[in-house]
């Protein structure tokens, strides 16, 4: 059965990988996007092979973004699968965020995902089926020094995503949450400084560190984004190799980087529970 996607960020990385894979294996793809004209290319590409290109800020207030899927899901009478990969980072030292950075971060992360899964999941309801895939990140499990913000807002999508995979799943939807690693985009590329900078304070210590190694990783990263978008193709179809993991998990990691983040925080969660467990235990009436 041909399904209808609403991928955002579907103007560059694995948004954009994804949206093509899925137009290649013959699904219709409603991409969303904040500016098509500057996006121009990417746009082409996908309305080249078959897609539909939407224009859509998900910063917008709740209202606006409720319109706006009410238009797209006009375009094929539905949306099967909600894609909500739109997402940026900003990075720094956690005391010297702005008010302005703080807010733009969780609009776009976090309050967005939230309103777009809101305003598709009537439709899905009313069918009995649809999936809502939440990109999240290997830093909604593992947050490192100058990723404070940004961890901050993957770790509250994951939140959002578990809690809600326990009350839609009974009307025949499922969730899922996809982990990426480093991918070769140009992610790391477009990775903002917080606007104070790096404060004398600072310098040389843990922060300053991981950005500079976040610097130096922009355009070798591993992880291959078509690759990526080929899994998770499979996975929310179920078809391949993948498949077999449809409606079997949750959160789908991608990349060994990723692994062994998450391998590692796993690991000293474990410790930690089993260092206080007396405490723990000892709290109880």
Known sequence: ???????????????????????????????????????????????????????????????????????????????????????????????????????????????????LTQAVLPGMRSRRSGMIVNLSSVAGQDGLPTCSLYAASKFSLEGFSEALSREISEFGISTLIIEPGAFRTNFLHSMETNENGISEVYQGTAVEQVLNKFKAAAGNQIGDPVKAAERMFEVIIGEGEGGLLKGKVLRLVLGKDAYSRITAKIEKQQSDLEAGYKITFSTDL
């Open 1 to 115: 059965m041909v399904s209808v996607w609403f991928i955002t960020g579907a103007s560059n990385g694995l948004g954009l990988s994804l949206a093509l894979h899925v137009l290649k294996s013959g699904h219709n793809v409603i991409a969303a996007m904040r500016n098509p004209i500057r996006s121009a290319e990417a746009a082409k590409s996908i309305e080249a092979a078959g897609g539909k290109v939407f224009q859509l800020d998900v910063t917008q207030p709740q209202d606006e973004i409720f319109k706006a899927i009410k238009i797209a899901e006009a375009i094929y009478s539905r949306i099967d699968i909600l894609v909500n990969n739109a997402g940026y980072s900003v990075l720094g030292p956690a005391e010297t965020f702005s008010e302005r950075e703080v807010i733009q971060q969780f609009q776009t992360n976090v309050f967005g995902p939230i309103y």
